[in-house]
DNA sequence: AGATTTTGAATGAATGTTCAACCAGCACTG
DNA sequence: CAGTGCTGGTTGAACATTCATTCAAAATCT
C-alpha cells in the first residue's frame, strides 16, 4: 500500500514505483533515516520508524543495508560528503582573494541546504554518539580536515598580508570551534537565535581577528561594497 | 570511578555501602549514569550498566529514582546545577574588574573539574537527544541563560571602556558558541586538541575582540607562571 | 519488631534480524 | 507476439534478544 509516499522526492529521474534503482532506494531511506533522527532523535530511531517514512515495508532496510549500523554510517557518510562537496564548490566559485574565499566558506556553513533544523539535529545526533563509536568520530572528525587545513590556510594569508598578530592555525581553530558552536546553538533552538544572527556572529569575529579585511558594519571603513547587511 | 564505587565481587562480609543515606545513593547513582553515558553513549547506556557500575544491583534504580527516564533528567539536573555552581564561584572569586572576570569565566570553563572527557561526554550526549526532549533542551538550555547576560553584561563594560566597535550580545554571543565549540572539539578528541590549546584559542578571540584589555600571547606576558601551554 | 532498603528473578514490551513466499520486470523461446 | 522461466527487489510474519519495570522475599537498620 501507499507506495507513491512522495516526501522528499530527490527529483531527477522520477522512476517511482517498484522499480527505483538501487541507489534511489537508498538515498531514499538515508532520507527519511535523517528525518527519524531529527525528530525522534537517535536513541528513539528505529527502523520500523525509518521504513514507514520512506513507505516501504519493515524488512527492505536489511536488505539494501545489511545492518541497523550499517545505515546510520552510510547516512554520517552522506552528510559528511555533502557537507564537503558543499564547501569545497562554495570555494572554487569564489574568486582568489583569500578575504572573499574565507567569506564564502563561512556563508556555505550557513547555507540552507546544508543549515537547516533537519540536518543539523542530524549532526548533532550523530555527535552525540560519536565518543563511543570510532566509525561515527572518525566521520564526524570535527568535520573534516581538509575543511581545517582550507581555513588556516586562509588565515595564514590574511595574516601575511594584513600583518596581524597571533597564529594562523590557532585563529583557523578559534573560527571552526565557533561555527560549530553556532550549529549548536542553532540546533538548540533556545535563546532564539535566528541562521542570520548566527552568521552575523561568526562575520564579527572576523571583523575582530582581521580588521582591515572585514570592515565592521557601522564603521565606513575601507573595503569594498557593504552588502552585507546592518545589524 | 565515581566513588569508592567497590568492587562487584560480592564475596567478603563488606558491609560497607547499604547503611548509605538515600542522597549518596542517589549521587552515587548519578556518578555511575555519567561514566556509563561517557564510556558507552546514550544509546547504549543500559540501567544494568548503571547498577552495575555502582556495584548494586539491578532493580535499585526504580527504587530511588522512579525510571529510567527520571534517572537520566536527575543525572542532566546535576550537571547543570554544577556548572553555574563552578562559574559563579568563579565570578564570585575573581576581581570587580570586568577583563578578570571574564578570564575568569573562561578559565572555569577549561577547569578540569568541568572540563573532562567524562563531563565533556556526558553533556554531549545529552546534547544529541535535547532536540526531541524538552526537558533536555531545558536543562541543556544552550548552557544557562544566566551564564549569557553574565557575559554578554562583561562584555558590555568591556567595549564601554575600551571604545571598542560591535555589539556587546553579539560578542557574547560568539564568545560562548567559541567555547561551546572547543568543548565539542575537546570531547572529540579529534585533530589532537588540548584542553590548554583550546583555552588559549578562547583567550585569542578576547585579545581579538578587546587589544587593550587582553593583549596578546607573544610579548612579555602579563601574568604569572605559564605553567600551561603545549604545543 | 517494624520500617526501610536491596536483591534477583519474572514479566512483558519493543525492536533488529531472518526468511520463505510474492511479484514486477526482462530475456528468451516458440 | 504471446508465453515462459529467471532474476532480484519487496513484503510481512516469525523469531530471538535485549531491556525497563515489577515485586515478593531477604537483608539491614532503628
Redesign the interface.
Known sequence: MGLDAGAPSPAGGERKGRKASKEMRQSQLIEATIDSL???????TTLADVADGAGLSRGIVNFHFESKDKLLVATLQFMAEEYAAHWRAALDKAGPDPADRLKALVDADFDRKICN?RKL?AW??????????PTY?AL???RD?AY?DALAELCGALIAEGGY???AR??A??L???????W??L?????G?TRP??R???M??L???FPQHFP?P??PTQKKTSMEEK?
Not at 176 to 182: F, K, R, V, W
Not at 187 to 191: C, E
Open positions: 531529527a525528530t525522534r532523535g537517535y536513541s528513539e533544523k539535529a548533532c545526533a550523530f555527535w552525540g554518539e560519536a565518543k563511543s563509536r568520530q564526524c572528525g570535527s580536515e581545517q598578530a597571533g597564529d590557532d585563529a581553530t578559534a571552526d570551534a565557533l561555527l560549530e558552536g553556532l549548536l546553538r540546533m538548540m533552538g533556545a535563546s537565535i544572527a548566527a552575523r556572529s561568526a564579527a569575529l571583523a575582530a581577528l565592521r557601522d564603521g545589524r
